[in-house]
Nanobody, 116 residues
């Protein structure tokens, strides 16, 4: 299993970012996938989840209405569109299998910093 996240950066409050995750080493289309995030001193939490076929999504209450998860099974990619970003969204973002109990071989993540 290999997961490579990209697309993070520094953005002002209210701004947008689109994260990408390239997956390999497993049958991607057979697994639900999630984006997770971990802020300093805090646990890694699920942000958004998408079913294996992409037809069902779930979001943490803190990001509902602002973030959108999507996937492209032909390309083994999962995405996270983040709008109306807030300082409390600052964290390292990771993608992996869902639920977290099935997650393994965490990638390096991508840092998202929301600040003026």
């Amino acid at each position: 299993v290999q997961l490579v996240e990209s697309g993070g950066g520094l953005v002002q409050p209210g701004g947008s970012l689109r994260l990408s995750c390239a997956a390999s080493g497993f049958t991607f289309s057979s697994y639900a996938m999630s984006w997770y995030r971990q802020a300093p001193g805090r646990e890694r939490d699920m942000v958004a989840r998408i079913s294996s076929g992409g037809g069902s999504t779930n979001y943490a209450d803190s990001v509902k209405g602002r973030f959108t998860i999507s996937r492209d099974n032909a390309k083994n990619m999962v995405y996270l569109q983040m709008n109306s970003l807030k300082p409390e969204d600052t964290a390292v973002y990771y993608c992996n299998k869902a639920p977290i109990q099935w997650a393994a071989n965490w990638g390096q993540g991508t840092q998202v910093t929301v600040s003026t």
